[in-house]
Structure formats: structure tokens, C-alpha cells
């Protein structure tokens, strides 16, 4: 079992034309925005590493490059919790959640 914090968002579908939504449409915020530009940027770069990784025979090439990919994955695992609290931080000045003692709001 892992003790990885669960960094999964909410998923929504299409939203009912009814008055129990604010809007049909799902804003992302400036801050998600740059999170999720940063969660792109390392992907990108994940992606570069596992192409060179695959052409690699020699374990004195492997091991820079795998020890790198393991930094990306530390990094977007940290940059998934931050995009959780940009969510929650959103969701609580929206009025959608109550007020929550482990998020800083600013």
C-alpha cells in the first residue's frame, strides 16, 4: 500500500442547465493555471528523458537519466499537491466549500 495523499480532482461531466450550478462552464484560476503549465513543462520533459532512456544500452547513461526521470516524478508529485490546495483555495472564496484550517487562503 502507498502512503501517497490523494491529488485527484473532482471530474465534471457536463454540468445540468438548472439553477443549482453557478455556470455550465468550469474556470481554472491564474494560480492552477501556472501549476498546470508546470506539470506540462516536466512532462515534456519526462517524455525527452524516456526517448533517450529507450536508445541507451550503457548503465553509465541510464543512471543520470533515471535519476533525473525520479526528480521529475518528485516534483510533479509535489506540484499535484499545490494544484489540490489552488482547487480547494478556488472552491472557498467561490462559497462552494466551508472554510478549511489546512488551507491558507493567501
Known amino acids: 500500500m502507498s502512503n501517497k495523499a ?3 480532482l473532482p471530474i465534471f461531466e457536463d ?3 438548472d439553477e ?4 455550465p462552464k ?3 484560476s491564474n494560480e492552477e493555471t501556472r501549476i498546470l503549465e508546470g506539470m506540462r513543462q516536466l512532462r515534456d520533459r519526462a517524455v ?3 526517448g533517450r532512456l529507450k536508445e541507451t544500452d550503457s548503465d553509465d547513461e541510464r543512471a543520470p537519466i533515471e535519476a533525473e526521470l525520479a526528480e521529475l516524478r518528485s516534483q510533479r508529485s ?4 499545490r494544484r489540490e490546495r489552488a482547487y480547494k483555495r478556488k472552491m472557498i ?5 466551508p472554510p478549511d ?3 491558507q487562503l493567501f
Do not use: F, K, N, W
Open 26 to 28: 468550469v474556470y481554472v
Open 6 to 8: 490523494s491529488t485527484h
Open 101 to 103: 484550517d489546512e488551507v
Open 20 to 23: 443549482s450550478s453557478c455556470s
Open 93 to 97: 472564496m467561490l462559497g462552494h466549500l
Open 48 to 50: 525527452e528523458l524516456r
Open 15 to 17: 454540468q445540468p442547465d
Open 78 to 81: 509535489d506540484l499535484a499537491i
